[in-house]
């Protein structure tokens, strides 16, 4: 199975940076990953999706110019670097993966990770 573990979440100042990555326990060249986040009250929300090939990348627009997404293949691992915090971005981050073409629809991610917490806050 699939398996995809979240780390690099926190507590930061507005304005502040993390770096979240999401490892997985296969080759990610199979598939396009994205990063989508929940707050409380709110709906899960896409942010993030990077294409199998790497060539492609997706952002909503309320973290375009902030936040850019990688991938170290070799590594089976993706990152989200996230600059200029708000504490609008305060939410549980997910990454996820499907085999399909970047999509904002959630059905179409077959593996998700546990989620990891980002609160910004002064």
């Known amino acids: 199975q699939l398996q995809l573990v979240e780390s690099g979440g926190g507590l930061v100042q507005p304005g502040g940076s993390l770096r979240l990555s999401c490892a997985a326990s296969?080759?990610?060249?199979?598939?396009?990953i994205g990063w989508f986040r929940q707050a409380p009250g709110k709906e899960r929300e896409g942010v993030s999706c990077?294409?199998?090939?790497?060539?492609?990348?997706y952002y909503a627009d309320s973290v375009k110019g902030r936040f850019t997404i990688s991938e170290n293949n070799a590594k089976n691992t993706v990152y989200l670097q996230m600059n200029s915090l708000k504490p609008e971005d305060t939410a549980v981050y997910y990454c996820?993966?499907?085999?399909?073409?970047?999509?904002?629809?959630?059905?179409?991610?077959?593996?998700w990770g546990q989620g990891t917490q980002v609160t910004v806050s002064s």
């Open positions: 296969v080759t990610l060249n199979w598939y396009a």
């Open positions: 996820a993966v499907t085999p399909q073409t970047c999509t904002n629809y959630e059905a179409d991610f077959t593996s």
């Open positions: 990077i294409s199998s090939s790497g060539g492609s990348t």
